[in-house]
C-alpha cells in the first residue's frame, strides 16, 4: 500500500510560538492534499484542501493566516500552525490523494500537538 | 446537523459474536461511502467501501440505504482485534470525505 509520513509525530510547544508539520508521500505522488484534525472523541474535521503549486482552500472557521499550508511539491506538503494557542492541541493528520487513475485518498500517521 | 452521525457506543461484544450498527447521513447528493477503522491514537484505516447492492469482505457486511439514507456495518465472529472504532464517511458534493465521529466496539474474551 501507499506509504505517507508525518513529522514530528508528537509535539509539545509553548503558547505563542510556531509549529511546522510536514506530510510526505513517500511512494507515490499527489496532486491534491486535505488536511484534518481530530479533537478527543470527535470526528475528523477538514481543514483546508491544496493543490500542489497552489493556494489552500480553506474551511469555513478555519483561519488561514493561522493555519499556513505549502504544498510546494507532488511528494510534500507543510501545515504551520502560527501563535499555536492551547485550543490548537489536537491531532493533526494530513490526507494526500493520489494523481489518476488512482485518485485514491490515503492518511498519513498524524501528528499529535499540545500547546501548554 | 452533522453531516454524518454515528452512535458513539461502545459496543460491548463478546469474541465470536455478531454485531452491527449504523450511520446516517444529510446530504442527498453523496455518491460514496465508506468504513474506517481507527485505533486509538492512529490514523484512520480505509476498511471497506459501501455499495448500493450491499458488499461483503470476509466477515464484514456493508449495506446502503440511500431512501432511508444510512449505512450499516455487520461483524461476524468478532475477534479481539476488532476492537477499534469504525468511522463512517460519506463524500459531499465536491467528493470530500465527511467523517462521522466514529462508533467504538470492544471485543472482549
Known amino acids: 500500500g501507499a506509504v505517507v509520513s508525518q513529522h514530528p509525530s508528537r509535539v509539545i510547544c509553548k503558547s505563542g510560538t510556531s509549529v511546522k508539520i510536514e506530510c510526505r508521500s513517500l511512494?507515490?505522488?499527489?496532486?491534491?492534499m486535505f488536511w484534518y484534525r481530530q479533537f478527543p472523541k470527535q470526528s475528523l474535521m477538514l481543514m483546508a484542501t491544496?493543490?500542489?503549486?497552489?493556494?489552500?482552500?480553506?474551511e469555513q472557521g478555519v483561519e488561514k493566516d493561522k493555519f499556513l499550508i505549502n504544498h510546494a511539491s507532488l511528494t510534500l506538503s507543510t501545515l504551520t500552525v502560527t501563535s499555536a494557542h492551547p485550543e490548537d492541541s489536537s491531532f493533526y493528520i494530513c490526507?494526500?490523494?493520489?494523481?489518476?487513475?488512482?485518485?485514491?485518498?490515503?492518511f498519513g500517521p498524524g501528528t499529535r500537538l499540545t500547546v501548554t | 446537523r452533522k453531516e454524518v452521525e454515528q452512535d458513539p457506543g461502545p459496543f460491548n461484544v463478546p469474541e465470536g459474536a455478531t454485531v452491527a450498527f449504523n450511520c446516517t447521513y444529510s446530504n442527498s447528493a453523496s455518491q460514496s461511502f465508506f468504513w474506517y477503522r481507527q485505533d486509538c491514537r492512529k490514523e484512520p484505516k480505509l476498511l471497506m467501501s459501501v455499495y448500493s447492492s450491499g458488499n461483503e469482505d470476509g466477515r464484514f457486511t456493508a449495506q446502503l440505504n440511500r431512501a432511508s439514507q444510512y449505512i450499516s456495518l455487520l461483524i461476524r465472529d468478532s475477534k479481539l482485534s476488532d476492537s477499534a472504532t469504525y468511522l463512517c464517511v460519506a463524500t459531499d458534493s465536491w467528493g470530500k470525505l465527511q467523517f462521522g465521529a466514529g462508533t467504538q466496539v470492544v471485543v472482549t474474551p
Open positions: 490526507s494526500p490523494r493520489a494523481t489518476r487513475p488512482s485518485n485514491e485518498q490515503y
Open positions: 511512494d507515490f505522488q499527489a496532486t491534491t
Open positions: 491544496s493543490n500542489e503549486g497552489s493556494k489552500a482552500t480553506y
